[in-house]
T-cell receptor, first 114, second 114 residues
Framework: GAVVSQHPSWVICKSGTSVKIECRSLDFQATTMFWYRQFPKQSLMLMATSNEGSKATYEQGVEKDKFLINHASLTLSTLTVTSAHPEDSSFYIC??????????FGPGTRLTVT | QKEVEQDPGPLSVPEGAIVSLNCTYSNSAFQYFMWYRQYSRKGPELLMYTYSSGNKEDGRFTAQVDKSSKYISLFIRDSQPSDSATYLCAMSGAGGTSYGKLTFGQGTILTVHP
């Protein structure tokens, strides 16, 4: 199967600081990547769609200035949580489409803001 | 009403049992149907991927899609303790702004007892 990696897997930061999360497709090129957020015992919530070489498309209610997304290449997308607050603490997961509509997920990044 | 409904369970079965997991949906535009398995604190793993109506089998797993009833199923034969996880159904429309955007069910928590 296709492999998607995320880094870091776990991060703790202080309130007011920014955190960058990387998402990489290791064995395929992905023109489109997606960023999700998941709270405990809940399903995944799509935050934004990241397209290589263009601006991300954000879902309704997601602050684009707070969650900065950059899709610099066909194998790398980054999510930066700016001026993080405790309510931003969550499990962030990226995914990428390999062929057609098969979508593969990264292992997730657990963010804790203190 | 949610676009995708999935019984969250929890579902508990003995080892070797046949497990049936189901989702219903309301959006007739959905064309692509997926089942993911998610272990605690991990990203979802793609198990099955089906386009339109029909059946698909892969080892112990069988996915069924009935678009006329807006109903999809995942069957697990000879269930193992290692199958204990949360199972998420997901679906997507075809092309345009819907490309790759998955709508998830709530997830069903499955426990297989030795």
């Amino acid at each position: 199967g296709a492999v998607v990696s995320q880094h870091p897997s776990w991060v703790i930061c202080k309130s007011g600081t920014s955190v960058k999360i990387e998402c990489r497709s290791l064995d395929f090129q992905a023109t489109t990547m997606f960023w999700y957020r998941q709270f405990p015992k809940q399903s995944l919530m799509l935050m934004a769609t990241s397209n290589e070489g263009s601006k991300a498309t954000y879902e309704q209610g997601v602050e684009k200035d707070k969650f900065l997304i950059n899709h610099a290449s066909l194998t790398l997308s980054t999510l930066t949580v700016t001026s993080a607050h405790p309510e931003d603490s969550s499990f962030y997961i990226c995914s990428a489409n390999r062929d057609s509509y098969e979508q593969y997920f990264g292992p997730g990044t657990r963010l804790t803001v203190t | 009403q949610k676009e995708v409904e999935q019984d969250p369970g929890p579902l508990s079965v003995p080892e070797g049992a046949i497990v049936s997991l189901n989702c219903t949906y309301s959006n007739s535009a959905f064309q692509y149907f997926m089942w993911y398995r998610q272990y605690s604190r991990k990203g979802p793993e793609l198990l099955m991927y089906t386009y339109s109506s029909g059946n698909k089998e892969d080892g112990r797993f069988t996915a069924q899609v009935d678009k006329s009833s807006k109903y999809i199923s995942l069957f697990i034969r000879d269930s193992q303790p290692s199958d204990s996880a949360t199972y998420l159904c997901a679906m997507s429309g075809a092309g345009g702004t819907s490309y790759g955007k998955l709508t998830f069910g709530q997830g069903t928590i499955l426990t297989v007892h030795p």
